[in-house]
Structures are given as C-alpha cells and as structure tokens.
DNA sequence: GGATTATTTGGAACGCGTATTAAATAATGT
DNA sequence: ACATTATTTAATACGCGTTCCAAATAATCC
C-alpha cells in the first residue's frame, strides 16, 4: 500500500485558491483600468506567476473573464432585486425591475462590453455568460416577476424571454448606437414591457 | 500662375478608386474565409500594397470594416423590404418586417458579429454602424411601418426605437445565447412587437 | 535632367493572445 | 541523497493591429 512516488497532482484546495487569486487580480486590473489592463502578461505579474502559468489553469483568455462576468452579474442582481423592494404591485415590480436592469448596463458600459461584446462573445466555439455563476437564477427571477402578473402559464416563458432580450436590446442600442437620437432609455424600456404585462 | 511644383495629392477619383478596391477584397476574403481572413496584412496583400498604405487612407482597421457593414446592412434591408411585399395588412407586415429582420441575423449570425459586436464596437470612441450607409433610412422603413397602425403621434418614434432595440435584442441573444433554451425566435419577436400593435 | 513634393514602401518595433519545449523547480517516496 | 513525477518557468515563436521613420518611388514643373 505504497503511495505514487513523484510530485502529486494539484489539491482541489490548490486549485480553487489559485483561480481566486487570478480572479482577484483580474477583478482588480480591471476596475482600476479598465478591460484593457487584464492582459494576459499584465495579470501573469500581478499573481506572480509566469504567462504559461495562466493557460495551464484556464483553456485561454476567456475563461479567465468569465470570472468577472460572474461578479458583475452577481452586482447587478443586486441592483435589480433592490429595486423590487421598492414596491408590492406585480407590474410595477416588474416596471422597477426591467428598468433597473437597463439603467445599470447604461451607468456601467464597462461592465456591459465585457460581459455581452468581449473576446469573441457569440462564437460558435464560446459560452457565454450563461454558464456563469446562477444566471438561470436571474432568469427565474424575472420569470416569478411575470408569473405574478399571472397570464397564461404558457406564456411566462416566451414573455421572461422576450423581456430579456428586449432589455438586452435597449442596453446594446443605448451603449453602443450613440449617435442616434434615441427617446428617453426608461420610455423605450416601458415599451418594450408594454406587450409582457398587458 | 504656374501650378505647384512636386507630386499632386490624390484625386478625389483615386482616392475613391483605392476605397473601393479595399472594400472588395475585404468582403471577398471575409465571404470566402470568414471575418478572421480579413486581417491588415493579407488584406494588404490582396490589394497589392504595403499595409502601412492602409493606415494612409484608413483610421484603421475598423474603418475599413464598415465598408463591409454596409454591404450586409443593404442585403438586410432587401431581405426586409422583400418580406413587407408579401401583405398588406399594416400589423402583418410589421410582423413579417420584424420577423425577417431577426432572421436575417440568425441566418447570418457572422453578419451580426460583424457589424455589432467586432473590434471594440460601442467604445466610446469607436463609431457605430450609425454611421454606415444609409441606416437612418432602415429606421424610417420601421417607423413608416408603425405609423401606418395609426398610433399617436409622439408614439411612432417611441415604438420604432423599442422595436429596433427589441430586434436587436433577439437576435443577440439567439446568437450569443445558445446554451439557454429560448423559446421560438418567432415567438419572441411577436410577444416583443406586441405592445408595439396595440 | 534636376528639383520639388506627395505617396508608398520596407523594416523594425511594440504589446496583444496563444503555443511550444527544454530546463528548472517543487513535492513526494525510498 | 537520489529517483520519480507534476508543476512551473524562461525563452522563443507566430500572427494580430498599430506605429514610426528613413528610403524609395511616383508625379509633377521648370
């Protein structure tokens, strides 16, 4: 009954520090510099280790920022759950909610690019946020703002859908089409809920 | 009156000339090997100069992609003016304009990468695809759609920006989003032009 | 042909993300 | 201390977008 002789493989315990070590780094970078100071060679010094080092923990670049998608997603859950609390009528929780979504995006353009437009977001070959952190969970929470209106139980999903794409929507347009007069961000949003709480 | 002596600058047709060669060998070598193809120094290559010369008539690299953009944003707008053709119910063909502009991009989905999610699109100093052909006029072929359901008048521009968005928005997520189970695109896009027909 | 001026070129450089590989280092058992 | 094995490292390389700059080339006039 001899153990393996040699260098044993990395703990689960090692793993997860070191990953939070990086995330920690990354997260900082990022808010101090913005997205284009959590280089590859940038955060390698900041850990303290060398460049490699980083592609032998994570598959590459982007799963190192699905790190920090999962804490901004986490702070915008936040944002949007306080302003539900706000009030006890379902449409106009649901209201507070979408427009807390949408304004939070806007005040944080940052956090938007990096999240929905980074580092070949949409490819084929790359998750997205959704397999970050419980973004099923922010859906759900949507979905129970809906259900609450209570329509048809068939057509909570398509309106939890629609409302998330369609906020997504006026979040991408209002931060990335400036150059259009577009009416006020919080009519657009009203609109775009107005056919999900009818 | 003895003209300057020494080389004269460009011509308006040369200059117009060289674009127009840009423009071709990008969209030929981003069709035939995607948007990866269509870096600075095959592009150059192609052309048939140095890829500094590319900076000399270009901003850079994103400049010459909105040559690309709008050739895709025409062929939307055809893909879009044909579906309004086939009724002439003003509800109905709202719904197939909205429906054909969402499928457009998912049928296309580099198209979408391309014109709304490539080289630092939405930084605050990068143009959007405003800027790009005559995208105003795509908005006033939705507003013109809207205004005949006969909405109020400060309505139309309020609805066209919700519709827009809400499009863009579906696409984004089909695209971005795969591994969430979304409901039919077609079932989103109508639940989202539904307060926009009311 | 020479002078002048604008344009293009070639070469080098930078940091980027990523990949490769031999060497160095670390962590174990005997 | 040595052997073994896993991990990390350093160095190099690639193509990427972009910048810089002197030299080469092109297009004019005299």
Redo the contacts between chains.
């Keep these: 009954m001899t153990k393996a002789v040699g260098r044993p493989p990395r703990s689960e315990t090692e793993i997860i520090e070191f990953r939070t070590k990086v995330s920690q780094h990354a997260m900082a970078l990022y808010r101090q510099d913005g997205f284009e100071a959590v280089s590859i060679r940038r955060l390698s010094k900041a850990v303290g280790c060398a460049p490699t080092t980083l592609y032998a923990h994570f598959a590459g670049k982007t799963e190192i920022l699905m790190l920090l998608w999962a804490e901004v997603l986490a702070e915008m859950a936040e944002h949007v759950q306080a302003s539900v609390k706000t009030t006890s009528d379902p449409a106009e929780r649901l209201k507070a909610a979408a427009l807390a979504f949408v304004s939070y995006w806007i005040d944080h353009?940052d956090h938007?690019?990096l999240v929905?437009?980074s580092n070949d977001?949409?490819?084929?070959d790359v998750?997205?946020?959704?397999?970050t952190g419980d973004v099923?969970g922010y859906?759900q929470m949507f979905a129970d703002l809906i259900r609450n209106l209570d329509p048809k139980p068939g057509d909570v999903?398509?309106?939890t859908?629609?409302l998330?794409?369609?906020?997504?929507?006026?979040s991408?347009?209002?931060?990335?089409?400036?150059?259009?007069p577009?009416?006020a961000t919080s009519?657009?949003t009203n609109?775009?809920?107005?056919?999900?709480t009818?």
């Design positions: 353009p938007f690019r929905f437009m977001v949409g490819r084929s998750d997205s946020f959704i397999e099923l859906f999903k398509v309106r859908d629609a998330v794409a369609g906020m997504i929507g006026v991408l347009c209002s931060i990335t089409v400036r150059n259009y577009w009416s009519m657009i609109q775009v809920i107005e056919g999900i009818a």
